[in-house]
């Protein structure tokens, strides 16, 4: 089994770093996902004790007082870190500018969902998974579509 100070890479991309034990995650160590995102936390037998998620643009997660995008400021982290843009320029993501989304597919959150294949890859087309009804119904009315036709921004007369 594994043991001592090491990395291992599960079959989802995810990177572990740090202190194994018996073939588990034991001591101080860190998960590198593929999005950019990162737990670091102290393990004990494969489990987490204590730990901090980061996002990838370098935003902590906080599980008490988390006021990040809540119904009172609604306003993307880089918007917090860089100001608002002025009015009438809207932005549509964290990311600015957004991912350049494929015709007639959605952005998901950790990738792009076909509808017609009903599946869904990662932000470098790699195969994530296969939608269910449940989730194919959420990303159609929730998540940004590309749409076939561009639209013009036309100035009120």
């Known amino acids: 089994r594994m043991e001592g100070l090491g990395f291992y890479t599960l079959p989802t991309g995810t990177e572990y770093r740090g202190e194994l034990k018996d073939g588990m995650f034991e001591g101080e160590g ?7 995102g990162s737990y670091r936390a102290v393990w004990h037998r494969g489990v987490p004790t204590q730990g ?4 990838a643009d370098g935003l902590e997660y906080k599980d008490k007082k988390w006021h990040y995008c809540d ?3 609604r306003r993307f982290y880089t918007e917090i870190c860089s100001g608002l843009k002025p009015a009438g320029i809207s932005q549509l993501t964290n990311l600015d500018p957004p991912r350049k989304i494929p015709i007639g597919c959605y952005d998901c959150g950790d990738g792009f969902y ?10 470098k087309h790699r195969f994530l998974r296969n939608a269910d009804d449940d989730e194919h119904e ?13 639209t013009e921004h036309r100035a009120k007369p």
């Open 30 to 36: 860190e998960l590198l996902f593929p999005n950019g």
């Open 114 to 123: 076909n509808p017609e294949t009903r599946v869904i890859v990662d932000y």
């Open 71 to 73: 119904g009172y400021d």
């Open 138 to 150: 959420w990303i159609i009315q929730t998540c940004r579509k590309a749409w076939g036709k561009k």
């Open 52 to 55: 901090k998620y980061t996002f």
